[in-house]
């Protein structure tokens, strides 16, 4: 494009895919690149259900990252959307982020993703996180175990959670993006929608506040959004705020009852948690309220995982 100014000729951007099994850390490495939360994480695997989209731009380059579910057998028509998801991602990137757990174990899940990696034939990095839960020497031994699954194009020792050693990482994303030109304006930063990004964080808080018993049986509806003019916004709420009110969608009773918890002490829980955590990324003052309501088979009523845009 020759009306380009001088100034752009210079610009170049990859798509980067991360990529993993559930719980290696993916979304936290997101979170750690963009300097900022976009995707939810907990310990609970299968956190993650959609690809979550966040760009930065750093001199020339413009890099723009997707987060994907962790790889895994689906059993619910959820989960194998989920899995189209990290397909999509997977034809789309220019370069892989392979993020594992390098306190844990190279089980056949991971074969099998380096096996799907190899057929790609696009650059792969080969990402060990959570370093610091192991020793040097453990995480050599990590090394020498992975080297020889992929030709990988990198081998980098992270710590998503704490920071450690993204500076690196950044360094050899600059020298290998390889395409030409910026495909995103300057101002852009994510492709989710507050609305998506206030459902996620709510359904986080569920994750991390329930455990076990309920998780991977919930979704998050926003039911209504109300700005300052529109009808039924709160009269004592700030004229700059938002009123949200959300449905959380369980798969059985026993789950309602769970969140709503002896006396509703869960979910007044999960409700101020959540409302903290979106003022902070709306970067305004929000009042939140929930419902809970049974759904039973949502995970598997395609009409419905479309209305939830999974
Ligand atoms: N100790 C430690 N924990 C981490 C690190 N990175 C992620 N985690 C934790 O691993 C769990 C899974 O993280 P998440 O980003 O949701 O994983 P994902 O499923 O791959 O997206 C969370 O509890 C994170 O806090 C790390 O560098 N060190
Ligand atoms: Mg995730």
Not at 48 to 61: F, L, N
Not at 132 to 157: C, M, N, T, W
Not at 193 to 203: C, D, G, K, Q
Request: a neutral charge; proline letters at 5%; zero cysteines.
């Amino acid at each position: 494009m020759g009306d380009q100014p001088a100034s752009d000729q210079n610009r170049r951007h990859a798509t980067i895919a991360i990529v993993g099994l559930p719980n290696a850390g993916k979304s936290t490495l997101l979170n750690a690149l963009l300097g900022q939360k976009l995707a939810a994480t907990s310990q609970i695997p299968q956190t993650t259900r959609t690809r979550v989209r966040g760009v930065v731009d750093r001199g020339d380059v413009q890099l723009a990252f997707l987060d994907t579910p962790g790889v895994h057998l689906p059993k619910h028509a959820l989960n194998e959307r989920m899995m189209a998801h990290v397909e999509q991602a997977l034809e789309e990137a220019d370069l892989l982020l392979w993020v594992v757990d390098a306190d844990g174990h190279l089980g056949t899940g991971e074969r099998a993703l380096a096996k799907r990696l190899r057929r790609l034939e696009r650059p792969v990095y080969l990402l060990l996180n959570k370093i610091d839960l192991l020793s040097k020497g453990r995480l050599l031994e990590k090394v020498a175990l992975y080297k020889d699954l992929l030709p990988f194009q990198e081998i980098v020792p992270v710590g998503a959670k704490t920071g450690v050693n993204l500076d690196p990482l950044w360094a050899l994303l600059e020298r290998d993006a390889a395409q030409p030109g910026w495909p995103y304006g300057e101002e852009a930063f994510t492709d989710q929608t507050e609305r998506s990004l206030a459902a996620e964080f709510i359904r986080e808080k569920v994750l991390r506040k329930t455990r076990e018993e309920v998780p991977h049986g919930v979704a998050v509806l926003i039911e209504r959004w109300i700005e300052t003019g529109q009808e039924n916004f709160p009269e004592d709420l700030d004229s700059t705020g938002v009123f949200i009110a959300a449905r959380i969608l369980v798969d059985r009773d026993g789950h309602r009852k769970i969140l709503l918890g002896s006396g509703g002490e869960m979910i007044k829980d999960i409700r101020q948690s959540a409302q903290r955590e979106l003022k902070k990324v709306l970067d305004r003052p929000v009042r939140l309220e929930l419902f809970v309501k049974v759904d039973e088979g949502w995970r598997d009523r395609p009409d419905r995982l479309d209305r939830l845009e999974l």
